[in-house]
């Protein structure tokens, strides 16, 4: 094989192991969980198929060691997990997806990486519009998953159970193909992240980077996702103070910091003040959607477990004690804390979330430096800012502004884009990319290029 048509493949299938882990609940609605299965073996089969075939070189002290920590205790837990048998199964799934987040890191520069997650987001925002679309104009009314796992002939179903609800001509809000108006407008959020940053490197055409993007703002505004919305004002003031610290140069950051602490505090300040009022423009009511609920339930059980947790699932599973029943409304049932950082106190305990914090304090605090400093060759040079070193600090604050109200950082494309995150800092620490960088300029010549001449 050569070796174009070599990477051209390992693109693609990068594309989509990041398309399943963004879009799982597609496979799910399409092909029901033994489809799904098929598919994620297909994935875990490349991974292991490209660390095989690259065979990627590693040094111990490139890996963060924060990663391996909290691996061993979710195997650890399962000695004294609650539920035995939905730990092992959950352990088994949150270590095959750190396995393809490290086979697409350690065999993919980070350039491509970026390039095959943009592949992917393009990918779940079309075929939501697509979708979306085919519902509004030919279907007309709420559809259902084609594998639903409750009964449809159930008398009047509770609208989380459809996969979309067919209100794209009413202004949304849109599921998209993933099911689910906060999963779809977080993929938009990261598009919006991803091509914005492109488009500024110089490494995307212009008009299909101003076309993606946007494509990706109009999907989250049709997603009507407060939670999103928020979290990207978290990332455009993140973006701002990056920016602002770049500036001025190490020397004098002070200021970048102590205004940014500033800023939290306010923030803080003004969400009590106004917290009713942004609830009303938000359409959410005082419980947050339920989520008071579910987190005062969930505290009342990690309580009685504090320092090892119930014992790592990840994402619940409805079959065990105590998540049998334990978060429904409206005759919804939820399995999830809609807090990551609950859901680990619950499942690890406070041993868990130490290992967890350090994860992603490590990965923030090397992704913010990756940032703001410039980057040095190997012979210690100094090279250029490329806009394109915002992505892993931008990604990671949208995903832990998300974590505050989703779990979804512990599971699918959340926890693969954190190992990914933590990883490939911890890589550049040590052998620095300015990743991916901007085309070189095209400079007139009047020379005829070399085939011509000859």
Partial sequence: MTTGRRRTLIGAYATLALFTVLAGQFWRNLLGWWGFAAVALVVIGGAI?????ERPSWRWRRVPKSTIAFLLI?????????????SALGVAITLVTTLVAVAL?????????????????KWVLGLSIVFELWVAIFVREPVLPNFPDFDPDAGKLPMAFYWSRGLLFDGGPIEGIVASRNILGMVALLGLIVFGVLLAAGSVRRAQGIGWLVVSGGVLLLTRSATVILVAVLVLAALGFAVWARRVGPDRRRGVYWA?????????????????????LFGKSEDLTGR????NAVIG????????????????????????????????????????WLDVWLQLGFVGVIAFASIVIG????????????????????????????VPLLLL????????????????????????????????????????????PVRASRMPPPEVAR
């Avoid at 890191?105 to 987001?121: E, K, P």
């Avoid at 919804?332 to 804390?337: F, P, T």
């Fill in 292 to 295: 008071f609920d579910i987190w």
């Fill in 74 to 86: 979710t195997v650890l837990s399962i000695a004294w997990s609650y539920y035995p048998g939905a």
């Fill in 363 to 390: 990965a923030l605090w090397r992704s913010w430096f990756l940032a703001v400093d410039r980057p040095r060759d190997e012979t210690g040079r100094l090279l250029p800012h490329t806009a394109a070193s915002f």
């Fill in 260 to 280: 940014a602490a500033g800023a939290l505090v306010a923030s803080v300040g003004l969400l009590v003040i106004f917290w009713n009022a942004l609830l009303e």
């Fill in 105 to 121: 890191v350690l065999c993919l520069t980070w350039d491509r990486f970026v390039r095959a997650l943009a592949g992917a987001i």
């Fill in 397 to 440: 604050v949208a995903l832990i502004g998300q974590s505050l109200a989703e779990s979804r950082l512990l599971i699918e494309g959340g926890w693969l884009l954190l190992i990914a995150i933590a990883w490939s800092t911890k890589q550049r620490q040590w052998d620095p990319e300015p990743i991916p960088a901007a085309p070189p």
């Fill in 301 to 340: 059980l990690a309580a009685q477990r504090p320092w090892f947790g119930w014992g790592w699932v990840g994402y619940w599973v409805p079959w065990v004690e105590p998540f049998d029943g334990l978060a429904v409304r409206n005759g919804v049932e939820y399995l999830q804390a809609h807090n990551a």
């Fill in 49 to 53: 198929a490209l660390l095989v075939g």
